[in-house]
């Protein structure tokens, strides 16, 4: 697992609920348990930072980590589609983005892509993308992220036919594609799931192996985030594996959740004197584990 990729996950899924900052000392021993050394770990950290993720803090000799706007932002919208307990309602709008963006800049016509794939918009032609989600927010950020206005141009509109609606979800998102991924999602970790539970009751698995399950869990799910744009139920077709998916990933959750934070908490250091034992309910009481 890539180490970036990992540090991502374990703001999104820990650091976040106590502050957003963590010692780097820290960091590097949650991810000793995954198999990455110091130097790998340092190297990822900064990158993010270069990147505009997290920002780095000395105190004395020690170097932290915290989260920018920007990393906030980025992890709160993940959750949220994580943690999503039901799809949205839809309100029969269709969000569609179009642009014409130059050559001597497609380097963010590039990154703009990725970013909109990532916030659940497909692509219904070339430089046209479409979503029935209320993305608005999204959309304005990207352009002012990337400067575009004037490149771009964005419309709410209804869908007149020929056609039914799912016709366009057909021409601009590959759902077989996306379900069987479920497939193999729930095929993995059912039986993990059945075996972990059992190690937990017996008292058979450690707060430190709960930690590297629920974070391998999140991680893995959270690929999701990049293929499934999460459209709303009446859209969906009937054999749609995401709802039992998203199920299973919120019991095995929740097997997982409290050993998993007690490991974290012992590991975790940002610099100041809270008592982040205390902090603990943060993480535990979010509409996941209260379900």
């Not at 004395?60 to 709160?76: A, D, F, I, P, Q």
């Amino acid at each position: 697992m890539n180490t970036r990729s990992m540090i991502f996950t374990l703001y999104g899924d820990y650091i976040r609920h106590y502050g957003n900052k963590i010692w780097i000392g820290s960091l590097i021993r949650l991810l000793n348990e995954f198999g990455h050394n110091d130097q790998a770990v340092r190297a990822a950290i900064s990158r993010m930072n270069k990147q505009g993720w997290v920002q780095a803090e000395k105190q004395g000799n020690k170097s932290y980590y915290s989260l920018t706007e920007r990393g906030v932002n980025r992890m709160e919208e993940a959750a949220n589609r994580i943690f999503k307990l039901k799809p949205e309602k839809w309100d029969g709008k269709w969000r569609i983005f179009m642009y014409s963006i130059p050559e001597e800049i497609r380097s963010i016509r590039d990154e703009l892509r990725k970013e909109l794939v990532w916030s659940g918009f497909g692509t219904l032609s070339t430089s046209t993308w479409i979503s029935p989600n209320n993305l608005d927010k999204q959309v304005q950020s990207l352009i002012k992220k990337y400067e575009i206005k004037e490149y771009v141009d964005f419309f709410i509109a209804d869908y007149d036919g020929p056609n039914e609606n799912k016709r366009l979800i057909e021409k601009s998102w590959d759902l077989k594609e996306i379900n069987e991924r479920y497939q193999e999602f729930i095929s993995h970790y059912s039986q993990q799931y059945m075996i972990d539970k059992n190690k937990i009751q017996k008292g058979d698995m450690s707060d430190a192996e709960c930690f590297v399950e629920r974070t391998k869990l999140v991680h893995e799910y959270r690929k999701f985030l990049f293929v499934d744009p999460g459209l709303p139920e009446e859209l969906l077709p009937e054999k749609w594996l995401g709802a039992h998916a998203a199920s299973l990933f919120g019991e095995y959750y929740k097997a997982l959740a409290e050993p998993a934070s007690r490991f974290f908490e012992s590991v975790f250091e940002d610099g100041n004197e809270l008592k982040h034992k205390d902090l603990s309910h943060d993480i535990m009481t979010h509409p996941l584990l209260l379900e």
